[in-house]
């Protein structure tokens, strides 16, 4: 399975950005996917994450009310929408996805990651 993240950039406190996810070769129709994030000198942390049919979504704290993540009209596709960016948003995110256990926020349930994408908040 390969996972391709782009969307990223450089904007200002703020600011929106939409980060676009992809999964081909052996996909399945039951992945759960999600997004989590890794700024520099932190361990890398969980952003949302949303179930297959697009029904159950999860967020963290710190983003819940500001972020959506949601599944895109072609099959294995994600988007996670950004409104209201802050300098601590800064961070290259990665899209995951798997088959899913029940817990979704956590990174060590992942089986696949993305190659990640920069998203750098300006104050």
């Known amino acids: 399975v390969q996972l391709q993240a782009s969307g990223g950039g450089r904007v200002q406190t703020g600011d929106s950005l939409r980060l676009f996810c992809a999964a081909s070769?052996?996909?399945?129709?039951?992945?759960?996917m999600a997004w989590f994030r890794q700024a520099p000198g932190k361990e890398r942390e969980f952003v949302a994450a949303?179930?297959?049919?697009?029904?159950?979504?999860h967020y963290s704290d710190s983003v819940k009310g500001r972020f959506k993540i949601s599944r895109g009209d072609a099959r294995y596709t994600m988007y996670l929408q950004m409104n209201s960016l802050k300098p601590e948003d800064t961070a290259v995110y990665y899209c995951?996805?798997?088959?899913?256990?029940?817990?979704?926020?956590?990174?060590?349930?992942?089986?696949?990651w993305g190659q990640g994408t920069q998203v750098t908040v300006s104050s």
């Open positions: 070769g052996r996909t399945s129709s039951r992945f759960a």
């Open positions: 995951a996805a798997v088959l899913p256990t029940g817990i979704l926020d956590s990174l060590y349930e992942y089986d696949y």
């Open positions: 949303i179930t297959a049919s697009g029904g159950t979504t």
